[in-house]
């Protein structure tokens, strides 16, 4: 099992900065991949940026250039810098890691942090 806890959300201007952290304990040493998803009222949940064991990283077209996805793999956190935030960047961002079943995927999930960009 691992378990997931967010941090660093909250309100921030349009054009502003905010730095979202997760830190994992649990059965870490299973993990081979970890994420941000972001989920807005009435939307599916979505892609935001993916790290990699080895450091590999993928970033949702929109956040190119603007969010930075990163690991301290001495404290088990994960981190996303988000810059220059937009109005449509407000959800619920949720942290993901992934493990491997002998068939298939083990997907956990922390319980989420908001994030509003509002002037």
């Known amino acids: 099992q691992v378990q997931l806890v967010e941090s660093g959300g909250g309100l921030v201007q349009p054009g502003g900065s905010l730095r979202l952290s997760c830190a994992a304990s649990g059965s870490i040493f299973s993990i081979y991949a970890m994420g941000w998803y972001r989920q807005a009222p009435g939307k599916q949940r979505e892609l935001v940026a993916v790290?990699?064991?080895?450091?590999?990283?993928k970033y949702a077209d929109s956040v190119k250039g603007r969010f930075t996805i990163s690991r301290d793999n001495a404290k088990n956190t994960m981190y996303l810098h988000m810059n220059s935030l937009k109005t449509e960047n407000k959800a619920v961002y949720l942290c993901?890691?992934?493990?491997?079943?002998?068939?298939?995927?083990?997907?956990?999930w922390g319980q989420g942090t908001q994030v509003t960009v509002s002037s």
């Open positions: 790290i990699t064991s080895g450091g590999s990283t």
């Open positions: 993901n890691a992934k493990s491997p079943l002998t068939v298939g995927v083990m997907d956990y």
